[in-house]
């Protein structure tokens, strides 16, 4: 066997791993939260870095389209977030984008994370989601690791277990996609479209 071939059986079997421990009472009570927000015509932020923001825009895009909430992205307008972080700093400029936007205790904060956040790294998310819970908006993570602070403050954590230390980026950021797509489907499953 080849080093690529061995390399794909391990990653392969690795994201089987991932998808065999996903919560299901997790994944459910977020499908439940989501379709209450849905049904009180709250709206839905999504935040992410790197290749957690990308995600967060194509969410974006399906829990508008696909689910009818209405839903944004601070990393949607760069224009916007680079002057937030000019004036206020990194760790700042999403909670700033989500007092700018009028987050409320109608609203629903997504997180996009691979390590959820911690006092070196993805500082930005955590302060959104303390802000967030602040003004008692309902928090909802999809998480790597071991969930990070978000994953301690959110209402609701769906956490993508990692296997090794080099797939733990690509496997969640992956997994963020299935779950998200399994949540915004699931808002119209037994509802007539």
Same mark, same amino acid.
């Given at each position: 066997? +080849?080093?690529? !071939? =061995?390399?794909?059986?391990?990653?392969?079997? /690795? &994201?089987?791993?991932?998808?065999?421990?996903?919560?299901? /009472?997790?994944?459910?009570?977020? $499908?439940?939260? $989501? *379709?209450?927000?849905?049904?009180?015509? #709250?709206?839905?932020?999504?935040?992410?870095?790197?290749?957690?923001?990308? @995600?967060?825009?194509?969410?974006? @895009?399906?829990?508008?389209?696909?689910?009818? $909430?209405?839903?944004?992205?601070?990393?949607?307008?760069?224009?916007?977030?680079?002057?937030?972080?000019?004036?206020? =700093?990194?760790? *700042? =400029?999403m909670e700033r984008w989500l007092r700018g936007s009028r987050l409320s205790d109608n609203?629903?904060?997504? %997180?996009?994370? %691979?390590?959820?956040?911690?006092?070196? !790294?993805?500082?930005?998310?955590?302060?959104?989601?303390?802000?967030?819970?602040? %003004?008692? &908006?309902? %928090?909802?993570?999809?998480? #790597?690791?071991? #969930?990070?602070?978000? #994953?301690g403050i959110a209402d609701s954590t769906i956490l993508l277990p990692p296997q090794s230390?080099? !797939?733990? !980026?690509?496997? +969640?950021?992956?997994?963020?996609? $299935?779950?998200?797509?399994?949540?915004?489907?699931?808002?119209?499953?037994?509802?007539?479209?």
């Amino acid at each position: 066997m +080849t080093g690529v !071939t =061995s390399y794909i059986d391990r990653y392969l079997d /690795e &994201a089987r791993s991932v998808l065999d421990a996903l919560d299901h /009472e997790a994944l459910s009570n977020a $499908i439940e939260k $989501i *379709r209450h927000l849905r049904d009180r015509n #709250g709206r839905m932020f999504i935040v992410g870095v790197g290749g957690s923001a990308a @995600n967060a825009s194509h969410a974006v @895009n399906d829990f508008r389209k696909i689910g009818g $909430i209405e839903s944004y992205a601070p990393t949607d307008n760069v224009a916007e977030l680079t002057a937030w972080i000019n004036d206020e =700093s990194w760790d *700042r =400029s999403m909670e700033r984008w989500l007092r700018g936007s009028r987050l409320s205790d109608n609203d629903a904060l997504m %997180v996009l994370s %691979v390590g959820g956040g911690n006092d070196q !790294t993805s500082l930005n998310l955590v302060r959104a989601a303390e802000y967030a819970k602040e %003004v008692g &908006a309902e %928090v909802f993570a999809i998480v #790597g690791r071991d #969930g990070g602070r978000t #994953g301690g403050i959110a209402d609701s954590t769906i956490l993508l277990p990692p296997q090794s230390d080099d !797939t733990i !980026t690509p496997l +969640t950021e992956s997994f963020q996609a $299935i779950v998200w797509h399994l949540i915004v489907t699931a808002l119209n499953e037994g509802t007539a479209k």
